[in-house]
């Protein structure tokens, strides 16, 4: 559901602007972050791919709440 508030995570680029991608090897960062759904703090995750010199990618699908 709030899949497309993550599509792109501005801080995520600035904070880690020297970050590269490797030939042969996808590097990803892992953001754990929390939403407030109204009645509880949940807490979920969402995978994002280095594209470019400091530049990433949502990586489909993966925005998962943590049980």
Do not use: R
């Given at each position: 559901?709030?899949?497309t508030l993550f599509r792109s995570i501005?801080?995520?680029?600035?904070?880690?602007?020297?970050?590269v991608p490797v030939e042969g090897i996808d590097v990803t960062y892992t953001v754990n972050?929390?939403?407030?759904?109204?009645?509880s703090n949940v807490?979920?995750?969402?995978v994002y791919k280095v594209i470019?010199?400091?530049?990433?990618?949502?990586?489909?699908?993966?925005?998962k709440k943590v049980e």
């Open positions: 559901p709030y899949t501005p801080a995520l680029e600035k904070n880690h602007a020297d970050a972050f929390v939403i407030y759904d109204g009645s807490n979920w995750t969402a470019g010199n400091g530049k990433f990618e949502y990586v489909e699908d993966s925005m």
